[in-house]
């Protein structure tokens, strides 16, 4: 069965630092991964996805993958309040159109 | 302006009932999925459908039906054989096409069920 795994946290960062969310996934033929925000109550929201090893930056959201390692990471830069909410890793390409998602990072940005 | 709309926002069901949680999309998008989110957890896949008239099971399909007429709608009944019906219901969509990036999910705003 094809697993994703994140740390629940929550993670507590400091307004203006960096925050860094890791997820690791079990299927190796996996070839895409997603980010999604999710605010409590809300529909979760894609931020980041990633097709290729290194690193894709966008704004202040860095997405970093190592398939070899079977590892993808969120970082966000100059964190802010309102980048508190759930960060959910979802990976897919092992076969169909699905995506199998993990069960989520809660951040904390404080002030 | 497209988008994928869920309704109700909340629905109750007693005990026995079935309930139907409606999804309609105007992206023109083939396929189709329903998600369930418990409180601190991921998403566990229900049903899918990637063209009309065919809808495969998820995950943790008992306990819930789906059908699709129309490329447009997707709803699904919680059934009275789903013991613990309470949760986030979200339903998505992803874009045309097969391959790497096409999995990418465009979500409705969720229906939150609950049990009176």
């Known amino acids: 069965q094809k697993e994703v795994e994140q740390n629940s946290g929550p993670l507590s960062v400091p307004e203006g630092a960096i925050a860094s969310l890791n997820c690791t996934y079990s299927?190796?033929?996996?070839?895409?991964f997603f980010w999604y925000r999710q605010y409590s109550g809300k529909s979760p929201e894609l931020i980041m996805s990633?097709?290729?090893?290194g690193d894709k930056e966008d704004g202040r959201f860095t997405a970093q993958l190592n398939k070899a390692s079977q590892y993808v990471s969120l970082l966000i830069r100059d964190s802010q309040p309102s980048d508190s909410a759930t960060y959910l890793c979802?990976?897919?390409?092992?076969?169909?159109?699905?995506?199998?998602f993990g069960t989520g990072t809660q951040l904390k940005v404080e002030l | 302006d497209g988008g994928i709309t869920q309704s109700p926002k909340y629905l109750f069901r007693k005990e026995g009932q079935n309930v139907t949680l409606s999804c309609e999309q105007n992206?023109?998008?083939?396929?189709m999925y329903w998600y369930r989110q418990d409180p601190g957890q991921g998403l566990r896949l229900i049903y899918y459908?990637?063209?009309?008239?065919?809808?495969q099971k998820g995950d943790i399909a008992e306990g819930y039906s789906v059908s699709r007429e129309k490329k447009e709608s997707f709803p699904l009944t919680v059934t009275s054989a789903q013991k613990n019906p309470t949760a986030f219901y979200l339903c998505?969509?992803?874009?045309?096409?097969?391959?790497?990036?096409?999995?990418?999910?465009?979500f409705g705003s969720g229906t939150q069920l609950s049990v009176l």
């Open positions: 998505a969509s992803t874009p045309p096409g097969q391959g790497v990036g096409n999995e990418k999910l465009f």
């Open positions: 299927d190796r033929v996996s070839q895409s």
């Open positions: 990633i097709y290729s090893n």
């Open positions: 979802a990976v897919g390409g092992g076969g169909g159109n699905k995506l199998t």
């Open positions: 992206l023109n998008h083939d396929a």
């Open positions: 459908s990637q063209i009309v008239n065919d809808f």
